[in-house]
């Protein structure tokens, strides 16, 4: 989404690092995909900006696919729906067939180009642009309902809830803090709290590391 600004904090570099650790044999020289879930300002732009970035110190071409990119309605548009129908918040809102469809071609087909929506914030609009899986190695999806991507190859959730998050959303001042907006969150946290048993690697409370056996 072109119009977020993220800006990696010590935690999240350090469980990046970890995440990366646990990950980098198990990915190999395989075109694989990660999703990095979890709930408002829980640090999912971060940590996947820091595991590109480590990614990319040996070799392995990353980019980051944006569950915000993958919303029906742009940005205010689609705040403006929840405000008149709370009914509508939840994975109604998201294209996640198109998202994981995105996923199962750079997999599978990466001499196809793939046409995504890209998100312009500021102002409220969905264009598009074109990516070429060929040049690619590596998939890191995230978002808050990314866990639900079955044809992603490692899951990483992030345990934290949106009333642990409140500081942070306040920080990046993106979106309004108010009653309602605070029920979205809660609506939000219904669902995604039954995803943690999905995911591989779990990011606690306090930024620590923990790897699931299935």
Do not use: C
């Not at 999703?35 to 110190?57: N, P, Q, V």
């Not at 199962?104 to 074109?130: A, D, M």
């Not at 044809?151 to 803090?177: K, M, N, S, W």
């Not at 907006?181 to 809660?186: D, G, I, K, P």
């Amino acid at each position: 989404m072109i119009g977020d600004i993220v800006f990696p904090e010590p935690h999240h570099t350090a469980a990046a690092e970890v995440v990366f650790g646990l990950l980098e044999t198990r990915v190999g020289q395989k075109r694989r995909a990660i999703t990095i879930a979890g709930e408002s300002g829980a640090g999912k732009s971060e940590i996947a900006l820091e595991l590109a970035r480590l990614f990319a110190g040996v070799g392995k071409r990353s980019i980051i696919l944006q569950q915000d990119d993958y919303f029906f309605l742009p940005p205010r548009t689609n705040e403006e729906n929840r405000r008149k129908s709370i009914k509508s918040v939840g994975l109604a809102e998201v294209n996640l067939v198109l998202m994981n469809e995105h996923i199962r071609r750079f997999k599978f087909s990466p001499n196809e180009k793939i046409e995504k929506p890209l998100v312009i914030f500021e102002e409220n609009r969905i264009t598009r642009e074109t990516l070429s899986p060929a040049d690619i190695d590596l998939f890191i999806a995230e978002g808050t309902y990314t866990t639900l991507l079955n044809h992603a190859d490692y899951h990483v959730f992030i345990d934290r809830t949106y009333e642990d998050t409140r500081a942070h959303r306040t920080g990046r001042g993106r979106d309004p803090l108010d009653e309602i907006s605070e029920r979205f969150l809660e609506i939000e946290h219904s669902i995604i709290s039954k995803h943690r048993s999905l995911a591989e690697i779990i990011v606690n409370k306090d930024y620590s590391v923990t790897w699931v056996e299935k």
